[in-house]
């Protein structure tokens, strides 16, 4: 059994950052991908950044709506998963869940391949 808690989430203005946390529990040396999704006021739950694990290395996969403004790294000490949201914009507001999928291959950004969700952290953007 794999439990993610995300922190982090907050009030920020438009062009501002925040950083989002997502604790991860139990064992998850198998996975896959691990991604970031949201779903903002009146949207379908969109994947928005993911580490997808090769047999050499890791790579990243962004949706192109935050590509060069989202960042997402992996802690392994710490078993967190960070994502890094800088530039940010009003349609960035919503709520952020991370997920983690032990099936290959999956879509890294398409929720219906995740094994495992978090409650979720809610960003606001004033602007």
């Known amino acids: 059994q794999v439990r993610l808690v995300e922190s982090g989430g907050g009030s920020v203005e438009a062009g501002g950052s925040l950083r989002l946390s997502c604790v991860i529990s139990?064992?998850?040396?198998?996975?896959?991908?691990m991604s970031w999704f949201r779903q903002g006021p009146g949207k379908n739950r969109e994947g928005v950044a993911a580490?997808?694990?090769?047999?050499?290395?890791?790579?990243?996969d962004y949706a192109d709506s935050v590509k060069g403004r989202f960042t997402i790294t992996k802690d392994n000490a710490k078993n967190t998963l960070y994502l890094q949201m800088d530039n940010l914009k009003p349609e960035d507001a919503g709520m952020y869940y991370c997920?983690?999928?032990?099936?290959?291959?999956?879509?890294?950004?398409?929720?219906?391949?995740?094994?495992?969700w978090g409650e979720g952290t809610l960003v606001t953007i004033s602007s």
């Open positions: 997920a983690v999928s032990f099936s290959r291959p999956v879509p890294p950004l398409e929720e219906s391949g995740m094994d495992y």
């Open positions: 139990g064992d998850s040396t198998g996975y896959y991908c």
């Open positions: 580490i997808i694990r090769g047999d050499w290395n890791e790579r990243t």
